[in-house]
């Protein structure tokens, strides 16, 4: 069964570093979303992309965050200068077209930031 | 901002029990999505419901929309240890392909 992949599965850095975070989402879906979830918080929406641009970001997705599809399957969540309140789960998730009312996002494992 | 509380924020209960939890918000959803997170991995969909009063059953797990599509419940019968996890509820607005907007989550253990 097709699957969100992320890499690494945990990340640790310096503060002020810059991290990337890795997905491939499921091949044929056309919508990738990331989101976030501060231990103990639910989980957060941060940005939406198709068509090789931001469909809407949140107020998290500052000037320090950033998004890109580089090829084919991959598609990242760069964070230039990470803050101590940068350290979450990040989970990347993707969709097909769906219906007009929903569409189903399937989330793929996450990668664990620690920022020290 | 448009919450959707849930509750009980905990639970714990013994095999064997049933129980019930909850997904409520002021405004109307068009569609509910229900999610089951288990520790270290991202959320599973579970169920989607979208009309009002709807039912949907999933082996021992059954969903239920409110009528007024403002709430919504999940009951687990017979709960078993493999039930244990963190459930949330999620909305979309109603356009293709928006955010999801996720509650505040019930953490579930059953105790074998």
């Known amino acids: 069964e097709p699957e969100v992949t992320q890499t690494p599965s945990h990340q640790v850095t310096q503060m002020g570093q810059e991290v990337i975070l890795r997905c491939v989402p499921i091949s044929n879906h056309l919508y990738f979303y990331w989101y976030r979830q501060i231990l103990g918080q639910k989980v957060e929406f941060l940005v939406s992309?198709?068509?090789?641009?931001?469909?809407?970001k949140s107020e998290i997705f500052d000037d320090q965050f950033s998004v890109e599809r580089p090829d084919g399957s991959n598609f990242t969540l760069k964070i230039r200068s990470t803050k101590l309140e940068d350290s979450a789960m990040y989970f990347c998730?993707?969709?097909?077209?769906?219906?007009?009312?929903?569409?189903?996002?399937?989330f793929g494992p996450g990668t664990r930031l620690t920022v020290l | 901002t448009q919450l959707l509380e849930q509750s009980p924020q905990f639970l714990s209960i013994q095999e064997g029990e049933n129980l019930t939890v909850y997904c409520n918000s002021s405004s109307v959803f068009s569609s509910l999505q229900w999610y089951r997170q288990e520790p270290g991995e991202g959320p599973v969909l579970l169920v989607t419901?979208?009309?009002?009063?709807e039912v949907k059953k999933l082996k021992r797990l059954t969903f239920q929309f409110g009528d007024a599509r403002k709430d919504s419940s999940l009951h687990i019968t017979a709960a078993q240890p493999g039930d244990t996890g963190l459930y949330l509820c999620?909305?979309?607005?109603?356009?293709?392909?928006?955010?999801?907007?996720f509650g505040t989550g019930t953490r579930l253990t059953i105790i074998p």
């Open positions: 419901v979208v009309t009002g009063g």
């Open positions: 998730a993707s969709s097909d077209s769906g219906t007009l009312l929903y569409n189903e996002q399937f």
């Open positions: 999620a909305r979309q607005r109603p356009y293709p392909n928006e955010k999801l907007t």
């Open positions: 992309f198709y068509n090789n641009e931001i469909s809407e």
